[in-house]
C-alpha cells in the first residue's frame, strides 16, 4: 500500500526570523517552488509560507515596506497540515477531501517522527493516486470484484482539487477527462471537450504549439513547467495559467496519458505587477521613484552622446513645505505633494521625465537640448508654476520652489554625477533666498569639499573641546547698569583659527551636532555664570532642534543642580519656529522651564509672522527686538514705528523688551526716549571670553564709548554672595529625576 512518503518531494525549508524580502527573492529565482515550509530550531515545522498568498500581500500598497525588513514569522501560515510519512495515502486522500481539501491545491507538510521530511504536491498525489488506481483495478480484477470503486475514489480527488487538472491520451492527445475547476477557467463543458484535440478548440498556430509542447512531455518522460500561458477561454477572453504536465505510464512502461495541472495565475501576475511598479513608482504621486529615474536619466544620457545633444537634469524642493506640514497636517502637506507633481507635468515636454525622488525633492530629466536657454525657460516655467498659490481643501497655500540645474556634458557624463551637480546647485539656490533656480558652476564642488571638510572638523572639534564660550552683557537702561550676559558660542579651529558662528551653527544642525553642542553650552555656562553676581542673569539659545529631545528640561535642571546657579538667573532664548514644530509637545516643555523659575525669552521678534499670537499663548519673560529694526531706527521712519509698536506691547503685557544690535549712542537714547528698558550690542560691548569678563566681574566694569565721543561711565557688577540651590517644588521634583553629568 502506497504511504505519504511515496509522494514526497524535498523542499528547502526557512526559519522564523528570515526576512521577507529574502523570501521574496527566492519565490522570483525558484518559480517551481509553490510553498516553503518554516521550521523551528530543531527541525520541526512551525509554518508554511504559501506562494501566491505571500506576493500578494507584499504587492498590497506599502506592501514592501511592511514586510520587506520582518521576520516572516508574522507572515506565515502557523497552523499547516502536517502529515506523518507513514499514513496511507488512500486513507490520507478520503480524509483530507471531507475536511481541508484546499489544502491539496497550497500543499502540506510530511513528516517522519515529528521532523520535517519533505511537502506534498498536487502533482505528487495525482501520480501516486493514479498509481494506486492502476493497482487498485487490477487487483479488484483479480478478486472477481466491480472496478467502479476505484474509479468512484479517483473521481472524487479530481473533482475537489481547485486546480485545472486534465488528462489527455498519448497516442492521439484527446482528452480523456477534465476537472470542474478545468470547466470553470476555461469556460468549456467537458462534455464538449472529452474525446476531442486542442486543435478543434483553438487557433491552428496554437494548436500546433500544444501539441509540440505535448509531445516533448511524452518523450521526455520528465516534469515540464510552462510558467506562463495565455489561453484563450470560449467567451474570447484570455486565462493566464500555470500547468505542469507528466507522462503516465500503462502497464507495458509506455506513455499511456499525459496528466497535466493548471493553477489560474491572473491575479498572482497582477500582484507582481503591483509590486514591480511599487519599486519603480511613488505611490503618492505615481511619479517615477528615485531607482527608475536613475534608470531614464542613464538611458537619456546614452542617446544624448549618440545624438551629440544635450540633457538637462533639474532636481527642486519645495520651499516651506515643513511649514506647511507642520501647522496644517500630513494630510494637506500629502495634498500639496499631489498637486505639484500634476503642476510638473504640465510644465514639461513628452519625453521628457519628472520624478519624485523623496521628501518634498522632485527632479526632472530634460532631454533634446540644443543650448542651456532651453534649460533656463523650462526651470522659469518651474518656478513660476509653483510659486502660484495651491487650494488645498479650503486652504490657499503658498510654498515656491528652489531648482538646481546640470546639463550634461559638460557637467558630467554619468547619471550619478549629473544628479550630484544638479543638486550642489539647488543647495546654492536656496541660500540666496529661494523661489528661483541655480545652474552648476564648479566654484561650488569646491564649496562642497570645503563643507565636507567643516563637517569632519566638526565632528572633532566637539570631541577635543575645541569651543569656546563668549559673553556680550545686556544692559538695563533704567538702572545704567549690566544686567546680564549672553553666551555665544565660538569655535577656535587650530589651523582655520576663529570660525564664524554663521559658518558653523546652521552646519551643526544639519548633521545632528546641534544637540550635544546645545547641551554642553548649557552646562559649561550655567558653570562660569554661577560665579557672578547674584544680580547678573544668564541668557542661553535653545536651537528647535533641541526640543526634539524630550529630555530637554531635566538636562537644564541637572546644569542648574550641577553649577549651583539658581533658576531665576537662568534665561533661554527660543525663536518662533521653536512653536511652529510640534507646537502642542513644545509648549509643554516651555511651561515646565518655566515652573522651574526659569525665564523665557521670545528671539528675534517681529521677524516672523506668528509671533503675536505667541504672545498670547505663552507668558514671555522677555521679547528681543530683532537688530535689523535697530539699524534702521534713526533713518527708517517705519523701523521706528515697529520698535515703538513692540516696546508699547511689552510695556502693556509686562515683558521686558530688549533691543539688539545696538551700535552708536544716538541709537541708545532714541531708544530710551522710547521707553525700551534693555539694550545689547557693540556700544556696550563686543562679546568677550570668559577670562575677560571674570576681570571686568571683579568689582565693576565700565562700558565706555569708542574714543572722540563723550565718554559715559557705566556701573556694572557688583560682588554679591551667589546661592547654591534652585529654588521652587517643581525644581526639586526635576531635580530627583536629574542626573548630573559634567560634560566639559
Avoid at 309 to 319: F, R, T, Y
Avoid at 637 to 644: H, N
Wanted: with cysteine; charged share 25%; proline share 4%.
Amino acid at each position: 500500500m502506497l504511504t505519504l512518503r511515496d509522494t514526497v518531494a524535498y523542499v528547502a525549508p526557512a526559519r522564523a526570523d528570515d526576512l521577507g524580502k529574502t523570501l521574496y527573492e527566492r519565490f522570483r529565482e525558484e518559480p517551481d517552488t509553490l510553498i516553503v515550509p518554516v521550521l523551528d530550531q530543531d527541525n520541526r515545522p512551525i509554518g508554511l509560507v504559501e506562494r501566491n498568498t505571500f506576493i500578494l500581500r507584499m504587492a498590497a500598497e506599502y506592501g514592501r515596506a511592511l514586510y520587506a525588513n520582518r521576520p516572516i514569522s508574522g507572515l506565515m501560515d502557523a497552523e499547516p497540515l502536517i502529515v506523518e510519512a507513514a499514513v496511507e495515502l488512500e486513507a490520507f486522500t478520503s480524509d483530507i477531501l471531507s475536511y481541508r481539501a484546499s489544502d491539496l491545491l497550497r500543499g502540506f507538510i510530511v513528516t517522519d517522527g515529528g521532523r520535517y521530511l519533505g511537502v506534498g504536491t498536487v502533482l505528487a498525489l495525482l501520480q501516486a493516486a493514479s498509481e494506486m488506481n492502476r493497482r487498485g483495478v487490477l487487483a479488484l480484477a483479480q478478486a472477481n470484484a466491480s472496478a467502479e470503486q476505484a474509479r468512484t475514489f479517483m473521481t472524487a480527488v479530481v473533482e475537489a482539487i481547485p486546480s485545472m487538472v486534465f488528462v489527455k491520451r498519448a497516442d492521439d492527445h484527446s482528452y480523456v477527462l477534465l476537472n470542474r475547476a478545468g470547466e470553470k477557467m476555461l469556460g468549456h463543458a467537458r462534455e464538449d471537450m472529452i474525446g476531442r484535440t486542442d486543435a478543434e478548440f483553438y487557433p491552428r498556430q496554437l494548436a500546433e504549439i500544444y501539441l509540440a509542447r505535448d509531445r516533448e512531455v511524452i518523450q521526455s518522460g520528465e516534469v515540464r513547467v510552462i510558467e506562463e500561458d495565455h489561453v484563450p477561454r470560449k467567451d474570447g477572453s484570455m486565462a493566464i495559467i500555470r500547468t505542469k504536465k507528466i507522462a503516465i505510464p500503462g502497464p507495458d512502461g509506455q506513455a499511456e496519458y499525459l496528466l497535466g495541472v493548471s493553477e489560474d495565475i491572473a491575479e498572482r501576475k497582477r500582484a507582481e505587477a503591483q509590486i514591480a511598479r511599487l519599486a519603480h513608482y511613488d505611490p503618492l504621486t505615481e511619479l517615477p521613484n528615485r531607482l527608475l529615474f536613475q534608470k531614464g536619466l542613464s538611458e537619456a544620457l546614452a542617446r544624448a552622446s549618440r545624438r551629440e545633444d544635450l540633457v538637462a537634469v533639474h532636481c527642486l524642493d519645495l520651499d516651506r513645505f515643513k511649514t506647511v506640514n507642520d501647522t496644517l497636517g500630513h494630510p494637506i502637506g500629502d495634498a500639496l505633494l499631489k498637486a505639484a507633481a500634476e503642476r510638473l507635468r504640465r510644465c514639461v515636454r513628452e519625453g521628457d521625465t519628472v520624478a519624485r525622488l523623496g521628501g518634498d525633492e522632485f527632479a526632472v530629466v530634460q532631454t533634446g537640448l540644443s543650448d542651456p536657454s532651453d534649460a533656463t525657460r523650462l526651470a522659469t516655467r518651474i518656478v513660476e508654476a509653483l510659486a502660484k498659490p495651491f487650494d488645498l481643501q479650503g486652504h490657499q497655500v503658498v510654498v515656491g520652489a528652489s531648482v538646481g540645474v546640470a546639463i550634461s556634458p559638460n557637467d558630467g557624463s554619468d547619471s550619478a554625477e549629473l544628479l550630484k551637480k544638479a543638486d550642489m546647485a539647488l543647495y546654492r539656490a536656496k541660500a540666496d533666498g529661494r523661489g528661483a533656480f541655480h545652474f552648476f558652476e564648479r566654484a561650488m564642488d569646491d564649496q562642497l569639499q570645503a563643507r565636507r571638510s567643516l563637517e569632519v572638523d566638526l565632528r572633532v572639534a566637539l570631541i577635543q573641546g575645541q569651543f569656546e564660550l563668549y559673553y556680550q552683557p545686556l544692559f538695563d537702561l533704567a538702572s545704567n547698569r549690566v544686567t546680564g550676559c549672553e553666551a555665544l558660542l565660538r569655535w577656535r579651529h587650530p589651523t582655520r583659527g576663529m570660525v564664524s558662528p554663521a559658518d558653523f551653527i546652521p552646519l551643526t544642525e544639519e548633521i545632528g551636532l546641534i544637540a550635544p553642542l546645545g547641551e554642553w553650552v548649557l552646562r559649561e555656562a550655567c558653570r562660569e555664570a554661577s560665579g557672578w553676581p547674584n544680580h547678573v542673569r544668564l541668557a542661553v539659545n535653545l536651537s528647535p532642534a533641541q526640543f526634539r529631545d524630550r529630555r530637554l528640561v531635566a538636562t537644564v535642571v541637572s546644569a542648574l543642580a550641577e553649577s549651583g546657579l539658581p533658576a531665576e538667573r537662568l534665561e533661554l532664548e527660543i525663536t518662533e519656529s521653536v512653536l511652529l514644530q510640534d507646537n502642542a509637545a513644545n509648549m509643554s516643555i516651555l511651561h515646565n522651564l518655566k515652573a522651574l523659575g526659569v525665564r523665557i525669552s521670545m528671539d528675534d521678534f517681529g521677524t516672523g509672522y506668528s509671533s503675536l499670537s505667541y504672545l498670547r499663548s505663552f507668558p514671555f519673560d522677555k521679547i528681543k527686538i530683532d537688530q535689523t529694526f535697530v539699524r534702521d531706527i534713526l533713518e527708517d521712519p517705519d523701523a521706528l514705528a515697529i520698535i515703538k509698536a513692540v516696546l508699547d506691547l511689552g510695556a502693556s503685557l509686562g515683558i521686558t523688551t530688549t533691543a539688539e544690535g545696538v551700535e552708536t549712542e544716538a541709537q541708545l537714547e532714541e531708544l530710551r526716549r522710547q521707553g525700551c528698558s534693555e539694550i545689547q550690542g557693540y556700544f556696550i560691548s563686543r562679546p568677550k571670553p570668559a577670562s575677560e569678563l571674570a576681570e571686568a566681574l571683579g568689582v565693576g566694569f565700565a562700558a565706555t564709548r569708542p574714543q572722540g565721543q563723550g565718554a559715559v561711565q557705566v556701573t556694572a557688577f557688583k560682588a554679591a554672595p551667589r546661592s547654591s540651590t534652585i529654588s521652587g517644588v517643581v525644581a526639586q521634583e526635576h531635580m530627583k529625576r536629574a542626573v548630573p553629568s559634567r560634560k566639559r
